[in-house]
């Protein structure tokens, strides 16, 4: 294995690899930072571009492309607000509030620091349970799916803790807008209206550049001014403080890395979900969570060390079954078809070395993005400071055009529209937006699995405690109940000791 | 054999009132629709057969796979058959995922009998396979059971389910369906876990798991069994289940004109022996059956009958 992977290395190493690898980490950033673009399109754009090339000058293009695509898509989630792509939303809650006050260049500088730090760890597990992929893969079935969509949910709606109720409205709202759609259990269509558009349910790309990017432009124009508040105020040159404060907070980089990595090789729950499960575990660890959402330095670290872990994570079932971990893996899947390369159970014996290449491929172009993002800061952090009457527009119509590229569909557009105005009521009425997301996406998927397990295990609900996985994700969501009022049980406690006394 | 200008002038002359006026086919770029997302096996076959495809159509035009996922491969088939009939607009259709819906009187944009078939580019046959350690070894092992087999599939209406309906009601296996799988790799992961008995799933997708034991093989259908151990529709004492599979074919929207379609008919054959693309099948395990436009047609004829006799299977 060392000698393959050393192989490996100098193939990448070498420049005619080493081009398209640059290449893929230029292609990763632009699509990275237009809202609505991301990994997906980039990837299915170059599909057939890599027809004619070798398989590992595709490969180093591909994992350039993956590797680089979460700096891109934070920087404009920490500037605008608007996540590049969906994984980056968790970058928002604290990036963008760091960006207004001034601070954007610091966020910048923990984004470069935590994702290529959260890839390695990410490409060293994968390097150590390659060889399990297979058990690890087979350990999730229909009841361990439900379970974990469960844990997503109650680990989201408990860090909302602090205006429950709100949470649990845009929750149910996520909820229902995920039962949208053709129901693949039992063949009904639902709330479709007999468009074909919503056949295929509330598509979540879209939904994220409205609910984020759209909703802030509308709230920027409305209200004027700059997205800093004070310019003044504002630091061109706070990167290596970023830096600085991401190295200090090394144990959020370990947390938010696992989470990511663990999260990412579960097939239907993806990145999004990971970097928001890793930002919702560090705030509920900390010892003043509610000062997170104001801009607090780890809220970026751990979702984003977990957005360069989770490709690892998600390339085991897509290599060991042709099962995409995420939408990114989908199209990833068809450059390896295309290469004559057969997911399957002989995959990791007949091509190790080119998947060694990929992974070096995707650690590499990690770094590489994280110094372009570093070098151009300056730059960049100036976009804090440009007129929102000039700003909306042009990232508005960006990133229409992005939304519009994904699947060349127009209701795609009016689709991020619409949200767009439902996000900025919500922001203007302080209901936060989290709890919806993670609701949209995995509604879909807690639904598939109580009901495929409901038919597997004869209707008998104790399918979910038949194997060790989903009993370890039944104590996790207990213990992560009643952790959550643990709190808030000592403040009643409390008060009424002090009532007593008084 | 001699170059003369005067019989070159007439033979182009003759050629121009073949097609039929002025601009001569293709001066534009053809799109080729692929219904699905990229990544597929379908997007996989379209974009190794379009280079093949544009070097055997004449003038400098290029082959363009465009994806246009949504509704289960509808949206595709509806677009190619509201194109203009003028050959810039061909796709590939998966049958009969696109002609259940056709049968269960959806309202889906298209109506396959009117569609200009051009070429069947291949079919991938149907495996019935249960794990590779099942102690059952063929489908009257099955039967004794005593009790429903469960089968894994996609959902309702989908090629697998209604594949899996029809075998078991043909073949009177008391059965049950658990639906709801993410595609044929995910229900072949279903079975490798344990999730139900046994499947029906393409051959390319199983090709390798049967290669490793990860499952193994009790009955083909859609195509006949060369194996002993392993039956085919015709050994089973029901050889209409040789229609149980899903075939790749290419066609353009309705009343397309004849010399464009024999001439998109003729590259789209020759681009299957194209040596690139032979040699690209190979290494992903699928096998080319090609078949000429007039034999596509009949197959559709063939298949829409087949699937209407069950019609109250397929939902």
């Not at chain 1, 295990?457 to 109940?481: A, E, K, N, P, Q």
Request: hydrophobic fraction near 50%; include cysteine.
């Amino acid at each position: 294995m060392a000698d393959l992977l050393l192989q490996a290395a100098v193939g990448v190493l070498s420049p005619g690899t080493l081009i398209f690898l640059f290449a893929g980490v230029l292609v990763g950033l632009v699509f990275g930072v237009i809202p609505g673009l991301g990994g997906t399109t980039a990837l299915a754009l170059l599909l057939p571009l890599t027809y004619g090339m070798e398989v590992s000058h595709a490969f180093a293009m591909a994992g350039g492309i993956m590797g680089a695509i979460a700096m891109g898509g934070s920087i404009s989630a920490i500037l605008l607000n608007a996540p590049g792509t969906g994984p980056s939303a968790a970058t928002c809650l604290d990036g963008h509030p760091l960006a207004k006050q001034g601070r954007a260049a610091d966020a910048i500088g923990a984004v470069a620091t935590a994702s290529p730090l959260g890839g390695l760890f990410g490409v060293l597990t994968l390097l150590i349970v390659l060889p399990m992929a297979r058990d690890i893969v087979l350990l999730f079935g229909p009841p361990e799916f439900f379970l974990v969509a469960v844990f997503g949910i109650v680990t989201v709606a408990i860090s909302s803790s602090r205006n429950l109720l709100r949470g649990l409205v845009a929750g149910g709202i996520g909820l229902m807008l995920s039962f949208v759609g053709y129901d693949t259990v039992h063949g009904g269509v639902r709330y479709t209206f007999g468009s074909d558009y919503l056949w295929d349910g509330i598509p979540l790309i879209p939904s994220l550049v409205g609910l984020f990017g759209m909703a802030e432009m509308i709230r920027l124009s409305i209200e004027g001014g700059t997205v800093a508040a004070d310019a003044s105020a504002v630091k061109l040159d706070g990167v290596w403080a970023g830096v600085r404060a991401t190295l200090r907070h090394w144990k959020v980089v370990i947390r938010g890395s696992i989470t990511g990595t663990l999260i990412g090789a579960i097939p239907g729950v993806g990145g999004t979900v990971a970097t928001f499960i890793a930002y919702s575990a560090t705030k509920k660890a900390d010892r003043d969570p509610d000062s997170f959402g104001t801009g607090r330095i780890e809220g970026i670290v751990a979702p984003e060390s977990a957005n360069n872990a989770k490709d690892s994570g998600a390339l085991l079932p897509t290599l060991a079954f042709g099962i995409p971990g995420s939408a990114e893996m989908a199209v990833f899947l068809g450059i390896l078809m295309l290469h004559g390369l057969q997911p399957g159970p002989t995959i990791f014996a007949d091509h190790e070395q080119d998947i060694y290449s990929l992974i070096f491929a995707l650690t590499l172009s990690a770094v590489l993005a994280s110094i372009i993002g570093i070098s151009c800061v300056r730059w960049l952090a100036a976009i804090t400071l440009v007129k929102g009457q000039i700003l909306a527009p042009i990232v508005i119509a960006v990133s229409l055009v992005g939304v519009y590229a994904i699947n060349l569909t127009p209701g795609d557009v009016v689709l991020a529209a619409v949200i767009g105005v439902l996000g900025y009521l919500m922001l203007r009425f302080n209901y936060p937006r989290l709890p919806l997301v993670i609701a949209l996406i995995l509604g879909e998927t807690a639904e598939r699995g109580f009901q495929q397990s409901m038919m597997i295990g004869r209707g008998d609900l104790s399918i979910f405690l038949h194997s060790i996985t989903s009993i370890t994700l039944v104590v996790l969501i207990l213990l992560s109940l009643t952790w959550s009022f643990v709190p808030l049980l000592r403040k009643r406690f409390a008060a009424r000791i002090s009532g007593d006394v008084s | 054999m001699p170059f003369n200008v005067r019989s070159v002038l007439v033979a182009t002359l003759l050629a121009c009132v073949a097609c039929g006026g002025p601009g001569e086919y293709p001066e534009k770029d053809i799109t080729v629709v692929i219904p699905f997302n990229s990544g597929g096996a379908f997007d996989a076959y379209v974009r190794a057969l379009a280079p093949g495809l544009q070097k055997r159509l004449p003038g400098a035009v290029n082959v363009l796979p465009k994806n246009l996922p949504g509704a289960g491969g509808r949206r595709g088939a509806s677009d190619i058959y509201r194109s203009r009939p003028d050959g810039y607009t061909i796709g590939i259709f998966n049958m009969p995922g696109v002609l259940i819906p056709q049968l269960q009187g959806m309202s889906i944009g298209y109506e396959l009998s009117k569609v200009t078939w051009l070429a069947t580019l291949g079919y991938d046959h149907y495996v019935f396979v249960v794990k590779g350690d099942s102690p059952h070894n063929s489908i009257d092992d099955l039967k004794a059971l005593g009790r429903n087999v469960t089968y894994g599939a996609t959902g309702p209406g989908s090629t697998s389910y209604v594949a899996t309906n029809i075998v078991n009601e043909t073949l009177g296996i008391p059965f049950d369906i658990i639906t709801g799988y993410k595609g044929s790799a995910g229900y072949l992961l279903g079975l490798i876990r344990g999730d139900f008995d046994a499947a029906m799933i393409n051959y390319s997708t199983a090709r390798s798991y049967l290669e490793s034991g990860d499952i193994k093989a009790l009955a083909v259908f859609g195509t006949d069994s060369d194996d002993p151990a392993i039956a085919d529709a015709a050994d089973l004492g029901a050889p209409e289940l040789g229609q149980i599979r899903v075939v790749r074919m290419m066609g353009g929207p309705p009343d397309l004109p004849d010399d464009i379609k024999s001439m998109l008919e003729r590259a789209v054959l020759e681009a299957i022996d194209d040596a690139d693309f032979q040699s690209w099948l190979e290494s992903t395990g699928n096998e080319a059956h090609p078949a000429n436009s007039a034999a596509t047609a009949a197959a559709v004829v063939e298949m829409t009958e087949f699937y209407d006799k069950f019609q109250q299977l397929l939902d």
